[in-house]
T-cell receptor, first 114, second 116 residues
Framework: SAVISQKPSRDICQRGTSLTIQCQVD?????MFWYRQQPGQSLTLIAT?????????ESGFVIDKFPISRPNLTFSTLTVSNMSPEDSSIYLC???????????FGPGTRLTVL | AQKVTQAQTEISVVEKEDVTLDCVYE???????LFWYKQPPSGELVFLIR??????QNEISGRYSWNFQKSTSSFNFTITASQVVDSAVYFC?????????????FGDGTTLTVKP
């Protein structure tokens, strides 16, 4: 299995500011994934983060709003830029920790934008 | 495009009752993964099971069992003798990326409440 940690666990931010969320995995993984879970909603994939290349974004998500870094095989960051109250969500990092389709999720970052 | 439907938004049962959570999926691929996750009130997402499209064998793990039927595109989850600790939101998910199961489409979830 893979153990994933995220920082911060939660934050309350002002409109117009940016927040960077960190995701650390205890083993090297090829791909890391960022999901968003809006209040009372399901999970939606934001982007796939590959080491050494630009992230691949899903429809409806753009790099200017959600820039992602992947400097090595165990770490990634997601920035939520120019935040608005609609960005209030739980942001989750995930990996396929075993390479056999067993997806593991971090504990999530609960973001509230005022 | 892939789609996952969990028609049951909320289910409430009394402890020790059996409960089945339904999941119906749509995909054009012949190779895919199906998953179930549990999200307790704490918010953390817990992986329960993965099933690939070539393996229709049903699986049992303790009080949990899963019924995968390709003919009806369903992957249902049954909890036997439910307990209060089973109260959570349960998500069914589908991945068409055979070697990259992290890119998943999730259903809307079913909120299960088990009353003592």
């Amino acid at each position: 299995s893979a153990v994933i940690s995220q920082k911060p666990s939660r934050d309350i931010c002002q409109r117009g500011t940016s927040l960077t969320i960190q995701c650390q995995v205890d083993s090297q993984v090829t791909m890391m994934f960022w999901y968003r879970q809006q209040p009372g909603q399901s999970l939606t994939l934001i982007a796939t983060a590959n080491q050494g290349s630009e992230a691949t974004y899903e429809s409806g998500f753009v790099i200017d709003k959600f820039p992602i870094s992947r400097p090595n095989l165990t770490f990634s960051t997601l920035t939520v830029s120019n935040m608005s109250p609609e960005d209030s969500s739980i942001y989750l990092c995930s990996v396929d920790g075993t390479g056999r389709g067993e997806q593991f999720f971090g504990p999530g970052t609960r973001l509230t934008v005022l | 495009a892939q789609k996952v439907t969990q028609a049951q938004t909320e289910i409430s049962v009394v402890e020790k009752e059996d409960v089945t959570l339904d999941c119906v999926y749509e995909t054009r691929d012949t190779t895919y993964y199906l998953f179930w996750y549990k999200q307790p009130p704490s918010g953390e997402l817990v992986f329960l099971i993965r099933r690939n499209s070539f393996d229709e064998q049903n699986e049992i793990s303790g009080r949990y069992s899963w019924n995968f039927q390709k003919s009806t595109s369903s992957f249902n989850f049954t909890i036997t003798a439910s307990q209060v600790v089973d109260s959570a939101v349960y998500f069914c998910a589908l991945s068409e990326e055979y070697t990259n199961a992290g890119k998943s489409t999730f259903g809307d979830g079913t909120t299960l409440t088990v009353k003592p």
